[in-house]
């Protein structure tokens, strides 16, 4: 079996904690799978997320699963700067070897951070994508803001990444608001490695999409993933996808951990009974 325990993690999430609404001593203790939500009763804060921790090596992906209500966005928001999380630190090491610690940084600098180094898969393409631009000026968009001035090359490297996410080039300069959901998400993918990021997060990438399509899009990103050697953190709450994308996963429940592993570890023996119900439903 080959090792996949990260050394030197390119993304590290360590006792990370998000409250919506205030929090005390109680309000951790009488909140999570034990108390059966994560909404205090008393207070009406909702522990989104809390002692969250994991890492992840270029090359791995990380799964995080959960019913709606678990705590996943609150997770990925976090990482991707969206918002500041009540506790904890989440760093990235970037292409160069430096090391961002996002939870510590100015919205400027999560600004530069998006365009270089982490890149985001959103479920609804129209949250990562302008529908009405086309799909080489949607990936143009990007490589502008980091930098990129020369019209020949930028075109010859959105051409380059339409070819490898499989968007017809004779598509290339259509508006994508007339492209099909499944076509939509490739010109996504392609958009989010334009910079050739160190860190990408996809949010139930391919929930929107109709099954047959949904299994075309997984096996694309299964490859992208290969290939570019990213850390990679995949959210859904279908274990299928997970076991699909991912070497380990953490699962939550109530805006807590209550199981991690190896994927095929954990969807061959779940320890937990939440994690047994979440396979269970995966293999109906
Ligand atoms: N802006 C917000 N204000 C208050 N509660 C929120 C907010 N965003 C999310 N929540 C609550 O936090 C919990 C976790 O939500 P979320 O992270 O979106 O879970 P998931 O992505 O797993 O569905 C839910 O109970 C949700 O209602
Ligand atoms: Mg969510």
């Not at 989440?90 to 939870?103: E, F, H, M, S």
């Not at 290339?172 to 392609?190: I, K």
């Not at 990438?205 to 490859?223: E, K």
Request: with cysteine; hydrophobic share 45%; proline share 4%.
């Amino acid at each position: 079996m080959t090792n996949i325990t990260p050394v030197a993690p390119t993304l590290a999430v360590v006792g990370l904690g998000h409250a919506y609404g205030g929090i005390d001593d109680t309000t951790i203790a009488e909140t999570g799978p034990a108390a059966g939500t994560s909404k205090h009763a008393r207070t009406g804060t909702v522990v989104a997320a809390w002692d969250v921790s994991f890492d992840v090596a270029g090359g791995e992906a990380l799964g995080v699963i959960g019913e709606s209500g678990s705590g996943k966005s609150t997770v990925m928001k976090s990482i991707a700067g969206d918002i500041m999380p009540t506790t904890g630190r989440v760093t990235l090491q970037r292409g160069d070897g430096t090391t961002a610690v996002i939870t510590e940084m100015s919205p400027a600098e999560i600004r530069a951070l998006r365009v270089n180094d982490l890149s985001i898969v959103h479920q609804n393409p129209a949250d990562g994508l302008d529908l009405r631009i086309t799909a080489g000026g949607n990936i143009a968009d990007r490589l502008t803001a980091a930098g990129w001035r020369n019209f020949a090359a930028i075109r010859e490297r959105a051409a380059e990444l339409l070819t490898r996410t499989e968007v017809p080039l004779d598509r290339m300069d259509d508006p994508v608001g007339s492209f099909s959901g499944g076509m939509r998400q490739r010109v996504q993918l392609a958009k989010a490695l334009a910079n050739t990021p160190s860190v990408v997060l996809l949010d139930e990438p391919t929930t929107g999409l109709d099954a047959s399509i949904a299994a075309g899009v997984l096996d694309l990103i299964r490859g992208l993933l290969d290939e570019f050697g990213l850390a990679a953190v995949v959210v859904s709450h279908d274990f299928s996808v997970i076991e699909m994308l991912t070497q380990r996963c953490v699962v939550m429940q109530h805006g807590r951990v209550v199981e991690h592993g190896l994927t095929d570890q954990l969807l061959e023996d779940p320890a937990h009974p939440y994690s047994q119900r979440l396979v269970g439903a995966a293999r109906a």
